[in-house]
């Protein structure tokens, strides 16, 4: 099945048994390289992959992470659809002044910087030069942010449900993010 069916499929039932491919599975070092939509063989091959043994992947939405040698370049690795999308982003190196919300997370405690990231989009697109911008958390902290228990709103408000709510928007967030950039082509 493509993945385009595969898209239609998932979009007709946004709760419903499909919900849980979006969830992320546990990633291997081969996974990573081979997933990317956007970058070129060269880039591919420069992608340092860090260290996994780590990471808590119930708790994770997506996989982002940076490199200290490229201080410009980020990667995420999105589940979308059963599949893995990655994307390399590009911080644009001016920094935003006033504190900004996260397109992605949308947390309003604000407790890490956001900046402005450029993608380029998959194939012939992207080779023309053709990019989506977005104002993400430095550091990829959006899944800790919407994990976060929200204070109490108002009498009989419900943390837990409000919480598992962003947590199923940030994940909307992203595959709409990564299935804009890879179909869009
Ligand atoms: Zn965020």
Known sequence: MDSSVRGIRSLAHPRGPHTKAVIMHALTP????????????????????????????DDLDFFG??????????????????????????????????RTQCAWCEDVTLPNDVVLFSARRAGQAGRNGNTVGTLVCEHFE?????????PPAYLGFDAQAARRR????????????ARDLRDNT
């Open 65 to 98: 992470w940076r490199t200290p040698k490229l201080p410009l370049a980020a990667y995420v690795v999105i589940p979308v659809d059963g599949d893995l999308v990655g994307i390399v982003l590009r911080q644009v190196e001016q920094r935003t002044l006033a």
């Open 166 to 177: 962003r947590m199923e928007a940030l994940r909307t967030r992203v595959t709409d993010f």
């Open 30 to 57: 081969k996974d990573i390289p081979s997933s990317f939509i956007n970058a070129s063989l060269r880039e591919r091959r420069a992608i340092v992959v860090p260290e996994l043994g780590d990471v808590v992947w």
């Open 142 to 150: 959006c899944s800790q942010n919407v994990r976060r228990v929200p």
